[in-house]
């Protein structure tokens, strides 16, 4: 008869979670964003258009994509 002699793998050790990013209020985003971008009026219309969309807290990645893509957006 063969034993098995491999050691029980437990679950606490095999799912290690990753953090959760961190979540960033709207305005802390935008203030620590005009550090870097002085486009004052552009960063104002994001900060706008992100308020009116209910988006109010969410993670510095999210953000930063989204505000890329409203700068690169053509105006209407």
Request: proline content about 5%.
């Amino acid at each position: 008869m063969v034993e098995n002699t491999a050691a029980p793998a437990r679950a606490d050790s095999v799912t290690e979670s990753a953090p959760a990013p961190e979540r960033v209020s709207l305005k802390r985003f935008c203030i620590d964003l005009s550090v870097s971008d002085r486009r004052v009026e552009l960063i104002g219309g994001f900060e706008h258009t992100e308020r009116v969309a209910g988006r109010l807290l969410d993670t510095k990645e999210a953000y930063a994509q989204r505000y890329a893509d409203f700068a690169n957006a053509p105006a209407k």
